[in-house]
């Protein structure tokens, strides 16, 4: 008897199986190849993007080395292209690198280039901040001291990222405006930050000899 149970079962559920397949069936066979043209796409899309991305790179390296070569202009072109057309993480770098290029040779020029980027509140609050850094060390030959502290200042706090470049610069700044006491606070803050690179401590030694010795005196 309980084979006899367990023959009608299977043959109940062989019955639903084929009724479900002749309703479903054709619904399922349009999933599955949807699926698999889907899975085909995403590797063709794949595929394309590392081409793409291949070849971007290799034109950002050309760019580097052209600068790298003292081809300025050259470098430009292509980083004016790439800061318009790249796909947008190259598109970042490219505009940096253009900021930075363009610096070279036009100080005034590079820190309005990197002006926009800090203004630009599509980019990451670091990238704001690091735009507004270059701007700041560009504009040290060219703008008073007073400037050049209300740009860096605000990055210079304990907990800003980008704190020890600006605490150097804003040092440096104060040196060249002979403003011996702002440059000893600032370089100080350097040597009493523990965090501070090693690199940057050595040459924050030969500054605060600098500031030690106070401003150069010249004899008619």
Partial sequence: MADIFREIDEEVRRDKAAALWKRYGNLLIGLAV???VAVAAWQVWLYREQQASQAVGA???EALRASRDNRGAEAESILVDLAANAPAGYR???RFRLAAE???RD?????????ALA???SLDQLY???ARLRAGMLRVDLAPYTETRAALEPLASPQGVWRHSAREFLGIAALKANLFEDAGRWFDAIVTDPQSPQVLRQRTDLYLALVRGG???TKN
């Fill in 102 to 104: 363009t610096g070279k």
């Fill in 128 to 130: 704001r901040d690091l």
């Fill in 92 to 94: 970042q770098i490219a």
């Fill in 119 to 121: 203004n630009d509140s």
């Fill in 107 to 115: 100080a005034a020029a590079g820190a309005t280039a990197f002006d």
């Fill in 59 to 61: 034109r950002l390296e």
């Fill in 34 to 36: 949807a699926a698999v």
């Fill in 215 to 217: 401003a150069v005196e």
